[in-house]
């Protein structure tokens, strides 16, 4: 091959296991290898980076193993001359999957040095990086080339100029961080020096792996692709919605793939990789990891990429031409922190005949039931069977408030779910706890009525379409308070009406199956939707639900 004798490996800026690792692979490279073990090897110089690195959480690095990448890069159909970026370059695993990709393709391997471009916070990880696209190098064509274009710095803010408006492709696994855990929140340095960079579409909890996919757009030309590693619950989550959109109207979702919760070791999450293209798209492929067929699905409607994960886990979709909601008809709130506080210190276990107020928890509410006394339940790191609150005759003001507006009739909606688990407080007798969602009518004799709208399968089906993947799982939903609000309500109808008495029959005399499929049917008549398929998905859920 015809390698030079001047490979030199700078153990002074390498972890030990990688500089041994690294002087492995220069012999085989020495000795004119052509095994492609080598490629696994030079790989595995990421991996090895990844287990020195102790704080995995608080940084959001998780290395991504190598036939992940060349899966990603296949799929981009990367072609010779292409210009390939990471932003968040790691080790450089996708760079080295789009540089084999390229060398298979017949591009030379000093072209391919040239038009391969990464940056990363992380000096060593960028050092890994730049040793092995050398030894990549060496091994492919019998150089060892100089590697500007991979450089240290922060990806959403260090980015150099003229990389902007250049890259054919945009490719990686950004860090996964979430704003809601002090271990992986920014400072408020960062989060303003990210405000001025974004402007509008940066807000408090957009986790960080969206915000790589607005530098992405920046990044790409007009024909550009962009295919960013993200957790799912990104792809509805409501601190993303205008990064979405805005993501929407420069370049078009033409599919999806879905890695699932396997993919990472360090990272029990599940992950996608929404893929972007021109915005010439009728519509969208959705790739599971591990299946080989794909599977056809509508173009999403702007910001709403969830839709997609919805296609792929069989929730039927569902289209509403109502304009009235229920934000219209009922005050929805999720109760706040200092209500938890406060009802921690007063629960305790009650009796059959307690005639103290009840607690209601998400564990405790189920379709058309509260498991009080039937299910046990953990609150305050305790666990009840029948949990009851003793409440002082003079509360703190602020709780004496939030007392007056609970203690009347209300639905109780669970947030982390497959379908909406939904229950009718008739009596006010039930105080929620974080993180319920309550309904409030604003008359009371409609409670029933939102009863039947909530609790329908045209409701379920229209919320998986919407929040997919902002649950723990891709499979299941969470249901924000300022989401229900969105939720179109049926025109008044006989249907309606039916509906909310078979809700109130099924609630006051158990569920059976006659009557959950009755309802269902009445329900989709109000919304005018399609029987079949819609009936039968939510009864298969609701059958999951109760085995």
Known sequence: MGTPTNLRVDSTKLPPAVERASRAVLQRIENNSTNQ????????????????????????????????????????????????????????????????????MGESVSSIAETLKGIDIDPVSVEVARLTMRLWAAWRGGQWPAVDHLTVGDGLLDVPDSWYSTCDVVVGNPPFLGQLKSETSRSPQRAQALKERFGALYTTYIDESMLFFLLAVDLSHDDGKVALIVPSSVLGSDSSRLAREWVDSKLAVAGIWIGGRSVFEAAAVDVVAPILRSKEQDQCTIIKRGVEESLPAPQPAPGQWSSLLAVASGVPNVVFSNEVCLGDRAVITADFRDAYYWLAERVGEGTDNDDRPKLATVGLIDPFRYLHGDKTTRF???????????????????????????????????TQTRIVECYADTTGELLPSTPLVTIIPEKENQLWHLMAAVASPAASAWLGNVAAGTGLSQGTIRIRASLLSDLPLPEPSQSW??????????????????????????????YNQSSTELLSWWSTQLQKKRA
């Open 497 to 526: 009406d039916h509906g909310a008495e078979l809700a109130q029959q099924i609630q006051e005399t158990g569920i059976n199956d006659k009557a959950l499929r009755a309802f269902g049917e009445t329900m989709n008549q109000a």
């Open 37 to 104: 073990d080598v490629i696994q090897e030079l790989a595995n110089l990421g991996r090895l980076r990844e287990e020195a690195l102790t704080h995995h959480r608080a940084t959001g690095a998780i290395f991504t193993p190598y036939p992940i990448a060349r899966e990603l890069i296949d799929l981009l159909t990367i072609d010779a001359g292409d210009v390939v970026c990471d932003p968040s370059a790691g080790p450089g695993i996708f760079l080295l999957a789009a540089a084999e990709r390229k060398f298979q």
């Open 380 to 414: 305050a790191k305790q666990q009840f069977r029948r949990p009851v609150l003793q409440i002082e005759d003079e509360p703190p003001p602020k709780l004496r408030t939030w007392l007056e507006q609970k203690q009347t009739p209300k639905l109780l909606v669970a």
